[in-house]
């Protein structure tokens, strides 16, 4: 039975709450606070959910309360000649663009959604198409304030209290609620992309375009059909970026910083289980590989380039109500090329179809203990739930595992423990300070637990 209040707040019950690939899902109890001062952990079990936009259970606590950061999302002060700006951790990159972008601002790391906010940014610490270049989110984090298990309020950077820090950052809410933000925007002249895009013909063509300083830019990202087999396995095509200069633009706009607003578009309903099969994405592959490719170079608005899927609200419901498993994972420089062409292989060999096959190069490893990416490739995978996925995902991370990568925590909901702690060595680093910061290990979620994080 669901309690009525918890730490003075009222509940409410969510029930079947997933993240945003809808699987796995569970029933949670959950908190909302109207007011900054009311953000403290609540109960045995606490964790901080904001858009749920992670992919499996990192934003799920069935035994324990969630506490929702949704109503939290002022924009408090900004520095332009810092460019730093402060804001409440439930305020999303979408608040910020929409406030930034038109004063010459852009946020300098963004993943492929707007409608994620600053605190799980920093709590799963994202990467965007310019890690090679400027490496994950909590690079440009001037500092954050953290809400402790005992509920102090503690303000950490990357200088002053680093270990907290650099274990929060990645540490997917574990070690506290974070509650608000300092970040480092980037300056900009238009709210264009200038973009190229060049056809890869196999994967060596296209793992060639990705480190190849001829072809490089500051947003890179390779799609693929992960479908293609045999002398065609990995094509697909490079995607290449830059923010747009206003001499760059036609004469017609006027306000270079302005874009014409978009509503998005909803997805109507939950496709049926059997719409997506490898017959029907492989058509889409194909027409995607054509359609992309005749594109060569072009200008579009940010949104466009960034957040393609944004304008479908509702996206996901085409998987269906099982939902989807986003799979990612990056393999070290020396492995990536061998390691990427066995589960290309793995992949066409099983027909597990995949809309979404995104390959990008990641530039040297941060110092987040828990932090997702380290130099070499990444591949994310979005792939409809059946009978046997789990199964299949479990010789995708053999192959990770054997060739020194890891899989992502923000959108993993099946990996194993083993899995896990062979491809994070830091967490023992990580695990001290948790212990520290929450000895009760008041703070935890689904995730923590299938994995063992902490208590």
Known sequence: MTPERVGGLPTKRLEGLGGWGRFPTSDNVAVRPEKFRQLQPVGASSLARGMGRSYGDAALNSEGTLVLTERLDRLLEFDPESGVLRAEAGATLADV????????????????????SLGGCLAADVHGK?????????????????????????????????????????????????????????????????VRHTVARDLDETIGLLTDPAHDARYTVAWLDCLASGARLGRGVYM?????????????????????????????????????????????????????????????PYEAFFYPLDGIHGWNRMYGKRGFVQYQYVLPTATARQGTKEILELLSRERKASFLAVLKRFGPEGPGFLS??????????????????????????????????RVYLAKDSRMSAQTFRAGYPRLGEFLEVKAAVDPEGRFGSDLSRRLGIGR
């Not at 789990?390 to 053999?398: I, K, N, P, S, T």
């Open 97 to 116: 663009l929409a406030a930034m972008v038109p004063r010459g601002w852009f946020v300098p790391v963004t993943p492929g959604t707007k409608f994620c």
């Open 130 to 194: 310019n890690h090679h270049r400027d490496g994950t989110f909590s690079a440009h984090v001037a500092a954050a304030e953290v809400v402790l298990a005992n509920g102090e309020r503690v303000v950490c950077s990357p200088d002053d209290g680093s270990e907290l820090f650099w274990a929060t950052a990645g540490g997917m809410g574990l070690t506290g609620i974070v509650s608000e933000v300092a970040l480092r925007l980037t300056p900009i002249e238009t709210a264009t992309m200038r």
């Open 240 to 300: 290449a970026g830059e923010h747009a200069r206003p001499e760059e633009l036609p004469l017609r706009i006027e306000d270079p910083l302005r874009l014409a607003p978009k509503r998005p578009k909803p997805f109507p309903f939950d496709l049926p289980g059997w719409a997506l099969n490898p017959v029907t994405i492989r058509a889409f592959n194909a027409v995607y590989n054509w359609v992309q490719g005749r594109r060569r170079e072009f200008l579009c």
């Open 372 to 405: 997702f990416p380290m130099e070499g490739l990444t591949l994310a995978l979005d792939i409809p739930f059946s009978e046997g996925l789990e199964r299949f995902l479990d010789g995708l991370d053999e192959i990770v595992v054997a060739h020194g990568g």
